[in-house]
């Protein structure tokens, strides 16, 4: 394992130690950011802040840093979040009956301050990871961002909500020949497995991605969208079990069937203690997700390795699945209005189903959701919207890809039954699926 310690200091910086290899080739590389016990009115010191950059090919680098103090972050955020939720009250109605100086220009200026400091905050850091990741060549560079350490609640809740995404580490790592791939994606780790293992790769089992979709409450959205997004997933292999508006007693398919994907569409929201969630199963029932824990360790004891809730203000839903050690889960971070979390799905879904990663997939589905909206819809207006979906994780193994789960990432012939008719050598492309069987079994039917 090769290890580079950097003690940084505001006053003066010294690298102790050095041992790299230069142009070393990998997959991937996780820069996981290990906040400690410290709080941005005094800053996280040298003890509190810890980054390693770690490689799918188990090599590793460790950075001990310091960032100074920064007030002004929890309270632009907060600022933002003000101007944000108004924004979403004045889109529904509820604010129009009086004056306000709320408006899509003060929440962009709030959006572009708050991006701002966050980019001020982090660049000494962004300086001594340059150098660093320079020496590899990866398809694929995430953010982790650890929070275990963090004893306050207001703290720890700032670090969940910040944009890391936003973080303009890119520009320092796009230029020179040796550029790059920075995704520019981030994760956050409420609780971390080292023993979690997300898939066998080494499964012959010819099998297919098998989802599961709650469809909560339906009041005031249409969860019918979300429906016939997730069927779309059929022609790329996936065997879907709907549970729409369900009583409890349904949960019973999370016991019996095996299953890679849960997917929730309605209504959620964070409670209080920013520890719990709950979901509105249908229009009269709420559930917290610590009312069927062992239902949910039943579902990941058989496989469930991913989790998608498509609905508002789910970072209690993620902490408490993570508690049970959920490999991976996605959630919106603050309210959402349906038609934005559903042409959000739809991107992710489209990529994810193609055969991205899951940090590649939300990438791409943030990108189209600003850039492929006209000027005056709501993704423009609400600045700052196309960072609330965040990817939560407590294992350091990379998410299992959509053929990993078993799903066919090419276009699907639109018919291949040829009634009793014998296939024939032009009916070859009509003749798929068998890859895996023959593979695995072929070789002994000589």
């Excluded at 979040?81 to 306000?100: A, C, E, S, V």
């Excluded at 981030?186 to 010819?206: D, M, P």
Aim: glycine share 6%; charged share 25%; aromatic share 10%.
């Amino acid at each position: 394992m090769s290890i580079l310690y950097i003690y940084v200091n505001t006053e003066n910086i010294k690298i102790t130690r050095v041992t790299l290899v230069s142009g070393k080739s990998c997959m991937g590389i996780s820069i996981n950011l290990e906040f400690g016990d410290g709080d941005f009115e005094h800053g996280f010191n040298r003890s509190q802040f810890i980054v390693t950059i770690a490689t799918l090919d188990l090599q590793s680098t460790q950075i001990v840093a310091q960032l100074s103090p920064s007030p002004e972050i929890p309270r632009l955020y907060q600022d933002w979040k003000h101007q944000y939720h108004n924004l979403i009250r004045q889109q529904r109605g509820f604010n129009n009956d009086r004056p306000t100086h709320i408006s899509s220009k003060s929440c962009q200026k709030q959006a572009k301050a708050l991006r701002r400091q966050l980019h001020e905050w982090l660049k000494p850091l962004s300086l001594e990871l340059e150098p660093i990741l320079q020496q590899y060549r990866a398809d694929e560079i995430h953010l982790v961002i650890h929070t275990q350490k963090v004893t306050s609640p207001i703290t720890k809740d700032t670090l969940h909500r910040l944009p890391w995404q936003e973080w303009d580490l890119s520009s320092h790592l796009s230029e020179g020949n040796n550029s790059i791939n920075y995704t520019g994606e981030a994760s956050l780790c409420f609780n971390f497995n080292k023993a979690n293992t997300v898939i066998n790769s080494n499964n012959n089992k010819i099998r297919r991605v098998k989802i599961i979709s709650i469809f909560g409450s339906s009041e005031g959205i249409n969860t019918n969208q979300d429906r016939y997004l997730i069927s779309n997933l059929k022609r790329r292999g996936a065997e879907l079990t709907y549970l729409t508006e369900p009583s409890r007693a349904d949960f019973i398919q999370l016991w019996e069937q095996d299953c890679d994907i849960l997917f929730f569409a309605g209504h959620s929201e964070t409670q209080s203690d920013t520890q719990t969630g709950v979901i509105n199963i249908n229009p009269r029932d709420k559930l917290s997700l610590a009312e069927i824990k062992k239902t949910l360790r039943a579902a990941i004891a058989k496989g469930l390795k991913l989790a998608i809730f498509n609905s508002c203000d789910g970072l209690g839903l993620a902490k408490e699945l993570a508690d049970l050690n959920l490999p991976y889960i996605i959630v919106w971070r603050e309210v959402v209005p349906d038609v934005i979390a559903q042409k959000f799905i739809e991107h992710f879904l489209s990529s994810f189903a193609e055969g991205k990663s899951l940090f590649a997939s939300v990438k791409e589905a943030r990108d189209k959701l600003y850039e492929l909206a006209e000027r005056e819809s709501l993704e423009k207006q609400l600045s700052g919207i196309t960072w609330l979906p965040i990817i939560c994780q407590t294992t350091n193994e990379p998410p299992p890809s959509w053929s990993d789960l078993g799903g066919l990432t090419g276009t699907l012939p639109d018919n291949p039954y040829r009634g009793l008719a014998a296939f024939r050598e032009e009916d070859a492309p009509f003749y798929f699926g068998r890859e895996k069987f023959i593979a695995v079994f072929g070789r002994g039917c000589l």
